[in-house]
């Protein structure tokens, strides 16, 4: 099973650990053509990160580069069901105001 996946809704769902021995190439770059189009057409993007095993900075920054990159994409990223891991580096990191939680 691939990292993520997205649906015709615009949601895409993170599997397993977001960290830096499963993260090579940003989201938006790991995006097939078809996938991408769903999300530029909604103009949203929701990453559910509810089956998220295990995050580190890498997948801290991997996140925040993902909410970058859409809003230059004009599309508008949230955050469903972030782990508590996620938002304690967020918080420590002091960028835990960046993090668009829904």
């Given amino acids: 099973m691939s990292l993520f996946q997205v ?8 599997h397993g650990h ?5 993260l090579s ?3 938006w770059e790991s995006l097939t053509s078809s ?5 530029v057409k909604a103009g949203t993007c929701c990453i559910d990160l ?10 801290l920054a991997w996140i925040l580069n993902a909410i970058r990159d859409g809003k230059r994409e004009g ?12 938002r304690k580096l967020a918080k420590i990191s002091d960028v835990d105001g960046f ?3 829904e």
């Fill in 75 to 86: 599309i508008n990223v949230s955050l469903r069901e972030p782990p508590e891991k996620l």
């Fill in 25 to 27: 190439k940003n989201f």
């Fill in 7 to 14: 649906n015709d809704n615009a949601q895409v769902s993170v």
């Fill in 18 to 22: 977001l960290d830096r021995d499963t």
């Fill in 99 to 101: 993090l668009p939680v």
């Fill in 50 to 59: 509810g089956d998220v095993e295990r995050v580190d900075s890498a997948g």
């Fill in 35 to 39: 996938q991408s189009a769903i999300l």
